[in-house]
């Protein structure tokens, strides 16, 4: 499958979901406070710079970045999330883009986080959107990347009553950071937690990483 007609799938199957999604995940970090401390780490890292919510979706994430009194620009490849973003959280900044060619200068920004937003690539993509990643941070930039922690790739098509056609790709920790490595970052910190008991029943990943 090509990159462009996987991504138009992901692509429609969020714009299919926008409101739902927001209604049901929205307030999410108001729960998560493992997460939470983890952006804290990030916003620290950026040290006054613009941090990236990278497959932002609608928008709490960089919503929240800005309320702790940073520059926050949120990317999501659905432009029905990117909406939903722009009206609910006017602090931040909302593109339209794709992991793989993130709508970005060379080092426009300080800090990244993609939270579950790699999950949905190919596994021949991530190396990739990785490079790209690095390309939009300065040098030292500070990275957060969470995903699902397995082998498994589980297919959606129907979600909450909505029609999608969707594969979450669950990973590998050791998978996740030999791909940063090479793709120019080092890993500093590697993070694990069971779900809460609001979200999905998955183990969850989280790694942090410098760029080199």
């Not at 990278?54 to 309320?67: D, E, R, T, Y």
């Not at 993609?114 to 490079?131: C, D, G, K, M, T």
């Not at 056609?165 to 970052?185: C, I, K, M, P, W």
Request: net charge negative.
């Amino acid at each position: 499958m090509t990159n462009e007609v996987n991504h138009g799938r992901v692509r429609g199957s969020y714009d299919a979901v926008a409101e739902e999604y927001r209604e049901r995940v929205g307030d999410e970090l108001a729960f998560k406070v493992m997460d939470r401390a983890l952006l804290g780490v990030v916003v620290e890292g950026a040290a006054g710079g613009t941090v990236a919510d990278l497959g932002c979706g609608p928008g709490h994430v960089a919503g929240w970045l800005a309320g702790q009194g940073v520059r926050a620009v949120g990317v999501d490849l659905s432009p029905a999330m990117v909406a939903v973003a722009r009206r609910d959280h006017p602090g931040a900044e909302f593109r339209v883009g794709d992991l793989l060619g993130l709508p970005a200068g060379d080092g426009e920004f300080a800090a990244a986080v993609a939270l579950y937003s790699v999950i949905h690539l190919e596994p021949e993509e991530l190396r990739p959107a990785f490079e790209e990643i690095r390309r939009v941070l300065r040098p030292g930039g500070v990275l957060l990347v969470a995903f699902h922690l397995g082998t498994e790739v589980r297919r959606l098509d129907e979600w909450w009553g909505h029609r999608v056609d969707l594969d979450f790709h669950f990973l590998e920790e050791r998978t996740v950071a030999g791909l940063l490595a090479s793709a120019g970052f080092t890993v500093t910190a590697r993070l694990e937690r069971g779900p809460y008991p609001q979200e999905a029943q998955t183990r969850r990943g989280y790694l942090f990483a410098h760029r080199d």
